[in-house]
């Protein structure tokens, strides 16, 4: 027996056993690590595929992240600001193509007009579906913000930490109280306490990032408690501070294995979240999403955005999907979900961790 398949095999795992495993060295190892994680979903989480339609409502951002391509400082970005008109369009078509749940992501924004913005959208989709399940990654708010979104009908929320590493987190960021480890750690507690199934990630293969760190972000996660994750690569993009620092980075494969096998270590930590397979690994492999679903992922985010906006939510560079229209991106998933040998669920695609905490 390979070494690697008695830590897979362990009940708990170590942050040493979590290095080892990130940090195999054949394709027959990191094999049995997959296996292993896809095993582990198939008994805990099933085949089931959860589809989300995802919704890039604007990339006008007031923060300043050295690694983000829409960062406020970004003068190269076309801004925009989808409609609630086309919103609601948009949410009609994921219905009409059986969806039940859809994320809306922004950047960044913290004033009065985009929280009731928010807020009446919400209601807007409530009135369409009250089962419709709505996902919200617009950042760091106030407690009252998210308990005003959760009242109107938002379930669920996602704010990746992007490194659980204090230190790391602040060469990521510009030193000022709007990008403030302790109050975006504060926000993720927030979230649980109201009641939304909380989510959060990090990047993976950033400048300046050991495999302790991705190790410490795993640990970081199951000690949080979290009930759905989404994390993927890091990748890079030139219009961003974080570029100059691209010549030291990992190749990009092996930014892209590593990232699967970060998904399969948190699945056999994690055995009942809910773990997506992001669109930056398609970034790098074109069956990228295909091998996270099957290295332990179960959630798959189909970009919804109507196609004139598309290619101005450019976070990272290469992102896949910008020139497919809806109606792409839907037929584009479903084969997706096919080639992995799996099958989309017809549920609400609620996080079974999340629902076992509910019963107690």
Not at 29 to 45: C, M, T
Not at 252 to 259: E, G, M, Q
Not at 279 to 295: H, M, N, V
Request: glycine share 6%.
């Amino acid at each position: 027996m390979l070494p690697i398949q008695e830590i897979v095999e362990k009940e708990n795992l170590t942050k040493e056993d979590i290095v080892t495993l990130l940090t195999v060295k054949t394709k027959e190892e990191q094999d049995v690590l997959l296996q292993k994680a896809n095993a582990v979903k198939e008994q805990f989480v099933g085949k089931k595929v959860y589809l989300r339609g995802l919704i890039e409502l604007s990339n006008i951002c007031g923060k300043n992240c050295f690694y983000c391509g829409i960062r406020a400082e970004n003068n190269n970005t076309k801004r925009y600001n989808i409609p609630d008109e086309e919103v609601v369009e948009v949410i009609r078509f994921a219905k009409s193509n059986q969806f039940s749940s859809v994320v809306i992501q922004s950047g960044e924004l913290c004033n009065f007009a985009f929280t009731k913005r928010i807020t009446r959208l919400l209601e807007k989709i409530q009135n369409i579906s009250e089962q419709f399940r709505v996902t919200l990654s617009l950042g760091e708010q106030s407690e009252e913000t998210y308990r005003e979104w959760y009242n109107a009908g938002a379930q669920r929320y996602l704010l990746r930490i992007e490194s659980s590493d204090r230190e790391l987190y602040r060469t990521l960021h510009p030193n000022n109280k709007l990008h403030d480890y302790e109050a975006r750690l504060k926000c993720l507690q927030v979230l649980k306490r109201i009641g939304y199934q909380a989510g959060t990630g990090v990047m993976i293969g950033l400048p300046f990032q050991t495999f302790e760190n991705l190790a410490d972000d795993l640990l970081f996660m199951k000690n949080l408690d979290i009930d759905m994750v989404g994390m993927g690569p890091y990748i890079e993009h030139e219009d961003t501070p974080l570029y100059q620092y691209r010549e030291s980075l990992l190749p990009i494969k092996d930014r892209f294995d590593l990232s699967l096998r970060m998904i399969a270590i948190l699945r056999i930590l994690m055995k009942d979240i809910n773990i997506a397979s992001t669109t930056a690994l398609q970034s790098i492999d074109p069956e990228g999403r295909e091998k996270g679903l099957l290295a332990g992922a179960n959630v798959l985010m189909p970009n919804l955005t109507p196609l004139k906006y598309r290619d101005n939510y450019m976070l990272y560079e290469n992102k896949p999907g910008v020139f497919q229209d809806e109606e792409e991106s839907v037929v584009y998933i479903k084969k997706v979900v096919n080639s992995a040998g799996e099958e989309i669920a017809q549920d609400y695609g609620d996080s079974l961790h999340f629902k076992k905490k509910r019963q107690f």
